[in-house]
């Protein structure tokens, strides 16, 4: 809806309802604030309740999704930090915590719970879905062989 563009600092603020797409990934939220570095790197911070972040998977038709209140993507490092009540999605697996950090690269996700609660608080937990994957060449599992089921004449007769 409205963005702010400091040439001097090289930050750029966008407000509103945020569309981020760089090819493949987009990230959604209500404001990101976008940093360059002398390089020409860029780091975006993405708030929102909650912002979302979608990338195609490289050579695969899937997607990686997630979500936080925070996503901060750096392109340099080719990493997207998703921080409260943070989730990330892949196909059937799912994990949620705290805080997730996924590398672009590697597609290797890190999830934790630490350092975010007070200390009079117990730390939450970090939770996991991950599917098993099929076997190359494997067939599925099919019912097992079953014996025909036929009258018996030896029972007596019900009265």
């Known amino acids: 809806d409205q963005v702010v563009i400091d040439d ?13 797409t760089q090819g493949t990934m987009v990230i959604r939220g209500d404001k990101l604030v976008v940093v360059q570095d002398k390089e020409g790197f860029k780091h975006g911070t993405a708030y929102g309740n909650t912002a979302s972040f979608r990338q195609k998977r490289e050579g695969l038709d899937e997607y990686v999704d997630g979500y936080g209140e925070r996503i901060e993507y750096d392109t340099r490092a080719e990493t997207v ?9 892949r196909e059937l697996d799912e994990v949620r915590g ?16 630490s350092g975010v609660n007070p ?3 117990p730390p939450k937990r970090v939770r996991a879905i991950l599917q098993p994957k099929p076997k190359q060449g494997a067939t599925p599992p099919s019912a097992p062989d079953t014996l ?12």
């Open 81 to 89: 930090d998703f921080y409260v009540r943070a989730r990330l999605k």
């Open 98 to 113: 705290e805080h997730i950090t996924y590398s672009q690269k590697t597609e290797i996700f890190h999830v934790n719970s």
């Open 8 to 20: 001097a600092k090289k930050v750029s603020t966008f407000t509103g309802n945020v569309n981020l």
């Open 148 to 159: 025909p089921i036929k009258s018996s004449e030896t029972l007596p007769p019900a009265d």
């Open 119 to 121: 200390e009079n608080e």
